[in-house]
Structures are given as structure tokens and as C-alpha cells.
């Protein structure tokens, strides 16, 4: 069963997630891939703020805040 993409903006709090692709083009992500946020890697929704934005997330031990419009360029897999 294929499962249509899904970006890291779109995470809960009730899954484990592998990127699967990052758009590298955008500043604030490829800052991001230098820091570790790669294609394999696990990550997990941790926080939210009250309206949404930005969102916290944790991989490799990593805790990092991130505004939703750089979250959207992050695609993710639930696993």
C-alpha cells in the first residue's frame, strides 16, 4: 500500500517519522541538514505552540523549534 508524501508540518505527537526528503534549496532547511536533519532520519513531534507555530521536534538527540512554512519543506514517512 503506497501512502501519499506527508511533510514534517503535518506530524502528531502519536508517531515516529523518517524524513524522506528535504528541499535543499530553502536556507533555514539546508541550515538544518548541516545540524543533521537528513533523508533516514528519525525524528518526532515533542511540542507545539499554542496556534501551531512553530513546532518542536527531536532526532539525534537533538531538540529543535521550527517554524511551519521550513517544516513544510521536510517530507516524512510514519513508522
Known amino acids: ?3 501519499s508524501p506527508m511533510r514534517l508540518d503535518q506530524i502528531n505527537k502519536d508517531g ?3 524524513v524522506t526528503k528535504v528541499n535543499c534549496e530553502n536556507e533555514s532547511v539546508a541550515r538544518l541538514m548541516a ?3 537528513l533523508p533516514g532520519q528519525v525524528v518526532r513531534l515533542t511540542h507545539e505552540a499554542p496556534l501551531g507555530d512553530p513546532i518542536a521536534v527531536v532526532f539525534q538527540g537533538c531538540h529543535m523549534s521550527l517554524r511551519l512554512i521550513d517544516a ?3 517530507e516524512v514517512e510514519k513508522i
Do not use: I, K, S, W
Request: glycine share 8%; proline share 0%.
Open 1 to 3: 500500500m503506497q501512502c
Open 72 to 74: 513544510a519543506e521536510v
Open 35 to 37: 545540524m543533521g536533519l
Open 16 to 18: 515516529t517519522f523518517r
